[in-house]
Nanobody, 120 residues
Framework: QLVESGGGLVQPGGSLRLSCAVPASIFTISVINWHRQAPGKKRELVAAISRGGTTYYTESVEGRFTISRDNAKNTVFLQMNNLRAEDTAMYYC????????????????WGRGTQVTVSS
């Protein structure tokens, strides 16, 4: 299973860094992506990173969020800067082993999520 951490309450304009711990057995072979779901809204893809480090961001976070992976720690990070109220959501990471695409249709592994709340 994947384990997220790093969420919390932050003021608008602030920063948080989310972490996703991934089992070593699947880390190097997986596309690992961050999703979020706000109350009453559909889950959306936020950022994606391939096995080789290619990245993707949804338009609303482009330039503010950075996804990265630390192969030594089997961990994927989501650095979130200049946070806005509309970034408030439960954030989930998901892994797709051996996926041929950066944004797979399905994921084999999900974490339980970490809550991010942006409020003054």
């Amino acid at each position: 299973q994947l384990v997220e951490s790093g969420g919390g309450l932050v003021q608008p304009g602030g920063s948080l860094r989310l972490s996703c711990a991934v089992p070593a057995s699947i880390f190097t072979i997986s596309v690992i992506n961050w999703h979020r779901q706000a109350p009453g809204k559909k889950r959306e893809l936020v950022a994606a990173i391939s096995r080789g480090g290619t990245t993707y961001y949804t338009e609303s976070v482009e330039g503010r969020f950075t996804i990265s992976r630390d192969n030594a720690k089997n961990t994927v990070f989501l650095q979130m800067n200049n946070l806005r109220a509309e970034d408030t959501a439960m954030y989930y990471c998901a892994a797709a082993p051996n996926s041929p695409t950066l944004i797979p249709k399905d994921y084999d592994y999900w974490g339980r999520g970490t809550q991010v709340t942006v409020s003054s």
